[in-house]
C-alpha cells in the first residue's frame, strides 16, 4: 500500500536523496581510494607535503588510507554498516579539509593527492572547496541515515 500524502511523499523523496547520496559519496570513496593503490610512494609524498604527520607515521597512514576509504565508500553504497561508513567519511573529510586549511595557512604549496598523485588539482582552494562539498554531502546523508535508525529504533 502506497504511504500516500505528503509525509508519504517525504519518505519517499528523502530515500531518494539517501540513495543518490549514498552512490556519489560511497563511489566517489571508492575510485578515490582505487587510483591511490599504485601509487604508494607518490601518495606518501603527497602526504608529507602537508608537513603535519611525523616522518615516521606517513608510510602507516598512507597504508591505511587506501583500504579504509575503499571499505567505507562499500558500506555507503551498500547499505551494509552505513551509519558507521559514512561517518568514517565525514569525519576522513574534515580531516583533510583541516590539512589543506592548515596547507594554506602556512602558505604551503601542496597536492592534496586525493584521487591520485597523476590528478593534480586546480589549485589547493579547489581542492578545499570540493573537499567542503564532499563533507556537506557526507554530513547531510549522516544526518539522514541517523534518523532512520532512530525511527527503526522507535517503533
Do not use: Q
Not at 12 to 37: D, N, P, Q, S, V
Not at 49 to 61: A, G, Q, W
Not at 80 to 106: D, E, P
Request: net charge positive; charged share 15%; hydrophobic share 55%.
Amino acid at each position: 500500500m502506497d504511504a500516500g500524502g505528503p509525509a508519504g511523499g517525504a519518505v519517499k523523496f528523502r530515500r531518494y536523496i539517501e540513495w543518490a547520496l549514498r552512490l556519489a559519496i560511497g563511489g566517489l570513496f571508492i575510485y578515490a581510494g582505487w587510483a591511490k593503490r599504485a601509487e604508494g610512494i607518490d601518495f606518501a609524498d603527497s602526504i608529507a607535503e602537508f608537513r603535519i604527520l611525523p616522518l615516521t607515521l606517513i608510510i602507516p597512514f598512507m597504508l591505511s588510507i587506501v583500504p579504509f576509504e575503499i571499505a567505507a565508500g562499500a558500506m555507503v553504497v551498500t547499505g551494509v554498516g552505513k551509519r558507521v561508513g559514512v561517518l568514517g567519511l565525514l569525519l576522513m573529510t574534515a580531516m583533510y579539509s583541516i590539512a589543506l586549511v592548515s596547507a594554506l595557512a602556512r602558505g604551503i604549496v601542496v597536492n592534496c593527492g586525493c584521487f591520485g598523485t597523476s590528478v593534480v588539482g586546480a589549485s589547493v582552494w579547489m581542492d578545499l572547496g570540493r573537499d567542503l562539498l564532499i563533507l556537506a554531502g557526507c554530513a547531510v546523508l549522516y544526518t539522514i541515515v541517523t534518523r532512520e535508525a532512530d525511527l527503526k529504533s522507535s517503533s
